[in-house]
């Protein structure tokens, strides 16, 4: 259903929109989670990295496709600020018509490219039968899973982050039961693993069909709003191709890190593959500020109420930061226990600690520099979100973990650490653009 966040309370709009979405999230994350806690308790060290380098590839070309779709959330909240109902149906139509082209095209070139793409990654020797099947049975996939994130960028943009909760909540539960059954019962391992995944998701996306269907969307589709059009299509792209830049760079930084920890070792790959997991969860709420900063920022500005947008950037950054230090301080005390959830290999839980340790600090900077780009996006310049990140990733972030594994052979604390200094420069930079932007007028679709 669609709902008009320009009015009322800031702070009751953030809460309305981003807990449904917080908990899509958060059960879209234990895909992953639930991939390596399985896998680690029925087969060893090889299987949980396969697993590990084989979601992160996955979680790569996921974001991705999200950052991809932002572009419609945007595109339909300007247009449902505006109360332009026309405009939100082309943009939902277009959108339809552009990602069914992508995911199919997506998933032939992977399917060509799995093998070097295992290779690039530097996957350990004993890791990598697994990595491939994994990742073969994944691809085939894509279109499911582009489609169920592209239905929920709609229904965001028409202000409901509801109903991809529940679609979502129905595949993590098939999920964990379809793992137990793969990989427990059947012993199929990493193929077990992203069979579970796949199918899943694949409910998912049949669950959103029928509620498309039977619910009241305030969208009427006609057969023009499903041919292509260069202004809609332009506009969709536009906001979205940066941020799908913008978090594949994000990826690519975490793979190289990924590189650089297989090369010293089965354990330190096992362990950074483990963290970069927990850390995806830890993420859950600065991430969803970036979605609902978007959402709600959108319509506020096609409303024409840019004040009320910038209150919303402030309030949702207030929370990223309050969380991220509670979780820093916690996982100070707690980490290797943490880990240990995932592992039974006390070699893996202890680098795996100090890894966290020092990457945990990420979760205050990142949750700042998100919201900030969630602004951007709402502004329709989302290529501010994707300078901010690359001149971090290749200044700072990239550079930092290369320097501390080098100087640091015995620990991984100081590679976390370099991974927050990445967060902090974007910070940084996000504070020039937004002070350059307030001197600017907003452009929108609408």
């Not at 963290?275 to 024409?304: D, R």
């Not at 329709?380 to 990140?389: D, P, T, V, Y």
Request: proline share 3%; hydrophobic share 50%; charged share 10%.
């Amino acid at each position: 259903m669609e709902r008009n966040l320009t009015t009322g309370s800031i702070w009751k709009n953030i809460f309305y929109f981003s807990l449904p979405y917080l908990l899509s999230y958060f059960l879209q994350t234990l895909y992953g989670m639930a991939d390596l806690f399985i896998i680690g308790q029925f087969d060893g060290a090889a299987g949980t990295t396969a697993v590990s380098i084989g979601s992160q590839v996955m979680h790569m070309i996921t974001v991705i496709i999200v950052g991809l779709a932002m572009g419609t959330t945007v595109s339909i909240a300007q247009a449902v600020g505006a109360k332009d109902k026309k405009q939100a149906s082309r943009c939902t139509g277009n959108t339809i018509t552009l990602f069914l082209g992508v995911s199919v095209v997506l998933m032939v070139i992977l399917l060509l490219l799995v093998k070097p793409i295992v290779l690039v990654m530097s996957t350990p020797s004993e890791a990598v039968s697994g990595t491939v099947a994994y990742l073969t049975i994944c691809f085939i996939g894509i279109p499911f899973i582009t489609a169920y994130n592209i239905i929920s960028s709609i229904f965001r943009g028409l202000g409901d982050s509801k109903s991809p909760m529940y679609f979502i909540a129905v595949a993590c539960a098939a999920n964990i039961a379809l793992d137990y059954l793969f990989m427990g019962a059947l012993h199929l391992g990493p193929s077990g693993a992203a069979l579970g995944t796949t199918l899943s998701q694949t409910l998912s996306v049949i669950l959103a069909l029928i509620a498309i269907r039977k619910r009241d969307t305030g969208i009427r589709l006609t057969r023009s709003d499903l041919s292509p059009q260069t202004a809609v299509m332009g506009q969709i792209l536009k906001i979205g191709v940066p941020i799908a830049l913008q978090d594949g760079f994000i990826q690519i930084a975490f793979i190289i890190i990924t590189i650089i920890a297989n090369r010293r070792g089965l354990e330190a790959a096992a362990a950074v593959g483990i963290v970069e997991k927990i850390i995806s969860f830890l993420f859950l709420i600065p991430s969803s500020m970036l979605s609902t900063v978007s959402a709600l920022g959108a319509q506020n500005i096609g409303a024409g109420k840019q004040k009320r947008a910038e209150q919303t950037m402030w309030c949702a950054a207030l929370i990223a930061v309050v969380f991220g230090l509670i979780v820093a301080i916690t996982i100070q005390f707690i980490s290797v226990p943490v880990v240990c959830l995932f592992t039974t290999d006390a070699e893996v839980a202890r680098l795996g600690g100090q890894y966290i340790r020092g990457y945990i600090w990420d979760c205050i900077f990142a949750g700042v520099h998100f919201t900030f780009s969630g602004y951007f996006c709402a502004c329709g310049r989302s290529e501010f979100s994707f300078l901010h990140n690359i001149i971090a990733i290749l200044l700072v972030r990239i550079p930092g973990v290369y320097l501390t594994s080098i100087w640091f052979p015995d620990t991984l604390f100081p590679m976390g650490i370099a991974t927050a200094c990445g967060s902090l420069t974007s910070i940084i930079i996000c504070l020039l653009v937004f002070r350059y932007l307030k001197k600017k007028p907003i452009r929108t679709a609408v």
